[in-house]
């Protein structure tokens, strides 16, 4: 059964960092890009990161570029999230979800067709 | 690239036809995806690639259009049918989403 499971979240001060986990079963991680996507509390989704399959490429959302890091570790199956610099407006449950189709280029029009629970990220002073 | 989502919200009875609109602030051909998403949950997907109806999902849901305009139709509300709808243009970074529309129930 493929499956995602997030953790790592919690509750932080701003400026401070945290790092997201999120646990791939019933597939192979490093066979299909990856994302994390971010909800606040009573708004719509957001695109925040991407990995590649190979994970030789990564893009960041403005709002996260240059304090979130993606990545991966291929012996764990696991997927990465790192966020340095938290602020007030990265309050959000955090999904990480697979794209349909192995082996594509990070530029295909791939869908997320699996997606984890979500794990619970408040910066808050 | 910017995705509108019309309505934002939308109230409807178990059996009526609905659709949402998704238009695109610039031409992404068919690389648009619609999820549903229920309180609570993590989003699913429903259609791919426009038109796609994904493994599982009721017949009901039919997605169409290219170009910059889209829509999701839902042919006969069911009770499990209401949630919110997003749609995600896949054709460049940053793969952004529509604001949501969320269907109640009349």
């Known amino acids: 059964q493929v499956q995602l499971v997030e953790s790592g979240g919690g509750v932080v001060q701003p400026g401070r960092s945290l790092r997201l986990s999120c646990a791939a079963s019933g597939f192979t991680l490093s066979n299909y890009g990856m994302h994390w996507v971010r909800q606040a509390p009573g708004k719509g989704l957001e695109w925040v990161a991407v990995?590649?399959?190979?994970?030789?490429?990564?893009y960041y959302a403005d709002s996260v570029k240059g304090r979130f890091t993606i990545s991966r570790d291929t012996s764990k199956n696991t997927l990465y999230l790192q966020m340095n610099s938290l602020r007030t407006e990265d309050t959000a449950m955090f999904y990480c979800a697979k794209v349909s189709l192995g082996f594509g280029a990070i530029h295909m029009p791939d869908a997320f067709d699996v997606w984890g629970q979500g794990t619970m990220v408040t910066v808050s002073s | 690239i910017q995705l509108t989502q019309s309505p934002s919200s939308l109230s409807a009875s178990v059996g009526d036809r609905v659709t949402i609109t998704c238009r695109a602030s610039?031409?992404?051909?068919?690389?648009l995806a619609w999820y549903q998403q229920k309180p609570g949950k993590a989003p699913k997907l429903l259609i791919s690639a426009a038109s796609t109806l994904q493994s599982g999902v009721p017949s009901r849901f039919s997605g169409s259009g290219s170009g910059a305009d889209f829509t999701l139709t839902i042919s006969s509300l069911q009770p499990e049918d209401f949630a919110t709808y997003y749609c995600q243009q896949l054709n460049s970074y940053p793969r952004t989403f529509g604001q949501g529309t969320k269907l109640e129930i009349k």
């Open positions: 990995i590649s399959f190979d994970g030789s490429d990564k």
């Open positions: 610039r031409g992404i051909s068919s690389y």
